[in-house]
């Protein structure tokens, strides 16, 4: 099956848990005595709780009727956000979550391609990239953390594990932009593409893009998976790599937050 027709149901689910494990062994790699993030599945979606996020993935039927369990997984604190596929199921899913207080608040893209489909590219002037997650945690902390060295480490350690591949741009031995990879199957997750603001507008997404689908195609991945905000620069970066989108989800947020 070299393509996937928008909106499949079967493969939609299987690339969101693929997304979800990707995440989820993020957790994992940043485990610690410190830091207890934790997930589970319930009723084919993916609860988080890790560092203030606290969010279910792919809320659908089977998850709703399970609904004071996953509350109850959660425990005190804030009331946590869904995300939920726009597909089969939506109509009774949107109406439970808008009963019980939430609206949707934007809007997530979900982007496949089978390598086979997508011609080989080349660089016409090649970026210094180190595989190094060191220096994808120094970006990452720069980008969100201010630079803190804790976070550069803790990012370091999120993607660390045998099926991460970081791709980080060095300038003058500096992070400047950089893509991680989750491997996983037949299926390479292209994700956390990051670009620091002086650099932005210079093509840095779409060529670290390039070099991950020779990556995957490298280690014998049979599809290259993304996920954007609808309407992002990034999304018109995968399609003009030959990624399409596969699928659309709407993630939710409670009226007012405790």
Known sequence: MSTIGYGDPRRVHELLALRARAFASRIEGERTDAVAGRWVEIGGAFAFDWSGYRCVHDFGDEALQRWSELLDWFADGLAPTFETWCGEGLLVT??????????????????????????????????????????????????????????????????????????????AGQPVAGASLYLDGPHAFHANALTLPAHQGRGMHGRLLAAQIELARARGKTWIVADTQVGSGSGRNLERAGLRCVATCLHWQPLQQD
């Open 94 to 171: 949107a109406r439970a979550l808008t009963l019980l207080g939430y609206q949707p608040v934007h809007a997530q893209a979900l982007f496949a391609a089978s390598l086979d489909s997508l011609a080989p590219t080349h660089a016409n002037t090649p970026l210094e990239i180190s595989r190094d997650p060191n220096d994808f945690g120094r970006l990452g902390a720069q980008m969100w953390n201010e630079g803190d060295p804790d976070r550069a480490r803790a990012l370091a350690r999120q993607h660390a594990g045998p099926n991460w591949c970081c791709a980080t741009v060095l300038e």
